[in-house]
């Protein structure tokens, strides 16, 4: 009985007061302010407990709604007041604050020594050198462009990872752009097509072709070569990417509601109003590996020959497998190839995709650069990688166990104001960068921002210079495994070497090394077709 009362109470107290305020209605107008107040949280009360939608207020009604406010607020409250500088959520507070303290171009110096526990397994550091060397100049480049590539790009080490037009906003789109044009590096134009606002900055862009083919598309969804070759003939594009797959949701595809989409987002996407947007989990240009390298040789061909990628996020090696023995049957490889690791993705995803589908990054990029090796093709084909690259110690170490280049997506989204509110897929971003709400987006100051995203680039390739001097080398390219080391448990560490070992040149070829299971998967591959010979993966 005292239970009922407690939960019945808060109803009872406003209906009480409800009347007492109507009652006091003579005596001054401020009853009838408590009268509405008091009134309609009674209505809410009553409504609660003959609703059947939700047995929290049906059970305690007007006191229920107190649990669905602290469940809005809760990322707030523990991002602000409970979590530690080094949790990740996924981005701990200490790696965001770098990053918004480059982009702001201020001190990022911290003192009294390292916060991590340096003597856990899991700590990795960079050996130095007693005799460091001074970087003057740190615009680090690499020249992306195989032997058939007749428009070869000499790209920064590192560039604004795939984010669409619609998963974000104009202006953050347009910032995100003027600062590349500023910084001289890519940004990657993600599956969604190029807008308008990717062209207004002027900065070069690297065009990332889904499954959805989105502004080179037939009607029914299929490619249209003359489109493509009227887009990639643009001189602001540079390079052009074949998306397979994605970290945040490999293998599985995607669906814009019609309600979404606006003018502009039918526009970048070649796409009809009102009608519902699919992107298919699978390309429909072709079905097999050796389709998949005469479609990389037609799109050379189309855009004039400039160079043609691939992304993916590891899945079953044995298919990745399929594709480079594909390359030797035919003699067509890409110029390059991005590793996309499963902790990467900037949009909404299913929980299960997540979490738990994909290689992480390190392990996707260490397969994909041996592979190559064991073919005898990583000299023809240059590695980009991305996965919450932000510091200059990520690109170092990515560099070190195989990529050529870095590509970060959500370092610069810190860039231009994003606080990992993580409601990216609600339309209510409170930065504006992934709304397409114009008065929120209206919080974002395009220009202000921009050189936010220039500082950003520069402060971290000033640093990666610094790193890569007192390591003694003159370029982050000479990073290598040995230049690692990986503690494993409280009392030993491991070099880099051990942990990320280069396998040999043409040992798959040879068929002579099958230490970690390269040979038997290389085995099993088939250039035909991507279906296994047996039932391994």
């Known amino acids: 009985m005292y239970t009922r009362f407690i939960r019945f109470s808060p109803l009872a107290i406003c209906i009480l007061l409800t009347l007492g305020a109507l009652t006091g209605l003579i005596l001054t107008d401020w009853f009838l302010i408590a009268a509405v107040i008091f009134g309609f949280l009674s209505l809410v009360g009553v409504n609660d407990i003959i609703q059947t939608r939700h047995a929290i207020t049906r ?16 990322p707030e409250i523990r991002q602000y007041l409970i979590e530690s500088d080094d949790d990740e959520v996924p981005f701990s507070r200490a790696t965001r604050t770098i990053v918004y303290q480059r982009a702001k171009d201020i001190e990022d110096a911290k003192p009294f020594g390292t916060r991590m526990r340096v003597s856990e397994s899991g700590y990795q550091w960079i050996t130095h050198s007693v005799k460091p060397r001074h970087i003057e100049n740190s615009d680090f480049r690499v020249e992306i462009g195989g032997p058939d590539c007749k428009q070869p790009y ?30 001289g590096f890519a940004h990657d134009t993600g599956e969604g097509g190029i807008s308008r606002y990717h062209r207004e900055g002027g900065g070069d862009l690297i065009y990332e072709l889904g499954s959805g083919y989105f502004g080179c598309r037939n009607h029914d969804g299929s490619f ?45 996407r070649d796409i009809p109003m009102g009608v519902d947007c699919v992107s298919p989990a699978s390309h429909s240009a072709f079905d097999t590996p050796i389709e998949m390298m005469h479609f990389i040789a037609k799109l050379r061909e189309l855009s004039g020959g400039k160079p043609i990628g691939f992304k993916l996020c590891v899945g079953h090696r044995r298919e990745f497998m399929c594709i480079v023995k594909a390359m030797l049957e035919t003699g067509i490889t890409p110029d390059f190839i991005v590793v996309d690791g499963k902790e990467g993705g900037t949009g909404a995803a299913p929980l299960e995709f997540a979490n738990h589908m994909g290689f992480p990054l390190v392990e996707g990029l260490v397969f994909v650069h041996n592979t190559l090796r064991g073919a005898g093709l990583r000299d023809k084909i240059k590695i980009g990688a991305s996965g919450k690259l932000v510091t200059a110690f990520h690109i170092a170490k990515t560099l070190a166990i195989g990529a050529d280049w870095a590509n970060s997506a959500r370092g610069f989204m810190f860039a231009v104001g994003c606080i990992q509110a993580q409601s990216c897929h609600t339309n209510r971003c409170p930065t504006g960068v992934t709304t397409q709400d114009k008065i929120r987006q209206r919080a974002l100051v395009v220009p202000d921002k921009a050189t936010r995203v220039a500082n950003f680039h520069r402060n971290t390739m000033k640093a990666l210079s610094e790193m890569t001097g007192a390591a003694g080398l003159t370029h982050p390219g000479q990073f290598l495994p040995h230049h690692l080391l990986v503690r494993v448990t409280d009392r030993d560490f491991k070099v880099g070497d051990e942990v990320y070992p280069y396998m040999p040149e043409g040992f798959l070829l040879r068929e002579d090394d099958d230490r970690f299971g390269y040979l038997n998967r290389w085995q099993r591959a088939r250039a035909e077709a991507f279906e296994p010979i047996d039932s391994g993966v």
Not at 59 to 74: D, K, M, T
Not at 170 to 176: C, G
Not at 260 to 268: H, S
């Open 59 to 74: 059970n305690y009604p007007i006191l229920g709604h107190l649990r669905f406010l602290f469940e809005e607020i809760r």
């Open 224 to 268: 249209n070569p003359e489109k493509f070759a009227m887009r990639a003939g643009d001189p602001q594009v540079k390079m052009i990417e074949i998306k397979l797959s994605q970290g945040a949701k490999p293998g599985h595809g995607g669906m814009l509601p019609a309600a979404k989409i606006t003018p502009e987002i039918a526009e970048a």
């Open 154 to 183: 000499n790209a920064s080490i590192y560039n604004i990872s795939a984010m669409s037009f619609g998963a974000l906003s104009a202006n953050a789109i347009m910032a995100l752009n003027r600062g590349a044009k500023a910084g």
